[in-house]
């Protein structure tokens, strides 16, 4: 059942080819809004994306561009711009998973991809975000994806788990800095969801099952309950949450110290 929540507004959603961020579109899509596709790589599921969104009744434009990059985020948010003439969205969905390498092996390109592409790539996209809604009079809102992993540390993970703990410290500070503004900035931190970060896991029933055992809940999340979350946080019912985590993961943090 759909409300109409975001009626009248427009979101850009960096990542939105795929997994939570297509998901979240559709989602906007659903309640009302008109959506910016971003991708990077895949145009066919930033097209899909598109499809659908506009199957729901509202506008979307796609805009392709690398958001480690401050050029080519600038110039997707001109795109943006160009097309729909004002945001009221940001979500910053984009990112690149942990390398699975030890510190002593990592090489710094590696490091440096996760720190680009995770926070460099949020900085550049909230630091415009903020600008133009300034120019608008201020209100907004902001929602960052980060994970679990900013919490919960995995050997292997510390690229990931690192650039997720300072994107959620980033929001926070963005959180001080915006409330004047009623621009409202939250994070969304899932736990293990079915998207092609975890293509193992939906392409191998054993593995899945194996994988939510530390779950309380014994099953991974699906994009669109993210996506629904989402809506709530770009909502007028979120107008006095700001600085917030939403840890979306099925009861797996709660689960960490059990047996200490």
């Not at 990542?15 to 895949?42: C, K, M, N, P, W």
């Not at 599921?45 to 985020?73: F, L, P």
Request: charged share 20%.
């Amino acid at each position: 059942m759909t409300t109409g929540r975001l009626s009248g507004k427009t979101a850009l959603i960096t990542g939105s080819d795929s997994g939570i961020g297509q998901a979240t579109a559709i989602e906007f899509a659903r309640e009302g809004a008109d959506v910016v596709v971003h991708y990077l790589h895949d145009g066919e599921g930033a097209s899909h994306t598109r499809d659908v969104v506009e199957q729901a009744g509202q506008r979307a434009v796609v805009v392709q561009g690398d958001i480690a990059d401050e050029g080519q985020v600038e110039a997707m948010f001109d795109a943006a711009l160009a097309e729909f003439g004002a945001l009221d969205i940001l979500m910053n969905d984009a990112g690149v998973d942990a390398s699975g390498i030890p510190v002593a092996d990592m090489e710094t390109e590696t490091w440096d991809t996760a720190m680009r592409v995770n926070v460099y790539g949020a900085f550049f996209c909230c630091r415009r975000f903020i600008r133009h809604r300034k120019e608008m009079g201020g209100y907004g809102k902001i929602i960052n994806v980060t994970s679990v992993h900013q919490e919960v540390p995995r050997a292997g993970g510390s690229d990931y788990d690192a650039s997720k703990g300072a994107l959620r410290n980033l929001t926070n500070s963005l959180a001080l800095e915006l409330a004047p503004l009623g621009i409202n900035v939250n994070n969304i931190g899932p736990g293990m969801v079915l998207t092609p970060f975890n293509q193992r896991a939906i392409d191998d029933p054993g593995y899945l099952e194996e994988q939510v055992q530390s779950i309380p809940m014994r099953r991974a999340a699906q994009p669109a309950e993210i996506g629904r979350l989402a809506v709530f946080l770009a909502s007028r019912d979120a107008d006095y949450v700001t600085g917030s985590t939403y840890y979306m993961d099925g009861g797996l943090m709660q689960n960490q110290g059990q047996g200490a």
